[in-house]
């Protein structure tokens, strides 16, 4: 079992910045990859960003390319969440995600998430 604790999440002002914190309390397979997700009220959960250890590539939604930057660090346990020029329709709640992927597959969405966090509310106000 691996549990992913999540921090950073709060209220800021439309163009501010945050940055959300994941780690895991260890990883359970190769080919290792986490990821944040997002649901807004009323909304269905939507892909933001993903981090592979595999080919420490990152992947971004459309809507969040060039105004959120996502890391991984050596260990291989945390993933960090940069979300710049935040916008009021920013605001969720984001889950970190922990899995696995396949080695030709490079669609996050696709991915395998076994583990979950318990959300972290990013409010954005205009």
């Known amino acids: 079992q691996v549990l992913l604790v999540e921090s950073g999440g709060g209220l800021v002002q439309a163009g501010g910045s945050l940055r959300l914190s994941c780690s895991a309390s260890g990883r359970t397979s190769r080919n290792y990859a986490m990821a944040w997700f997002r649901r807004a009220p009323g909304k269905e959960r939507e892909f933001v960003a993903a981090?592979?250890?595999?080919?420490?590539?990152?992947y971004y939604a459309r809507s969040v390319t060039d105004r959120f930057v996502i890391a991984g660090d050596g260990a291989e346990t945390t993933v960090y969440l940069r979300m710049n020029s935040l916008k009021p329709e920013d605001t969720a709640v984001y889950y970190c995600a922990a899995g696995s992927r396949s080695d030709d597959d490079y669609d996050p969405t696709r991915w395998k998430y076994d583990y979950w966090g318990q959300g972290t509310q990013v409010t954005v106000s205009s």
């Open positions: 981090y592979s250890w595999s080919d420490n590539n990152q």
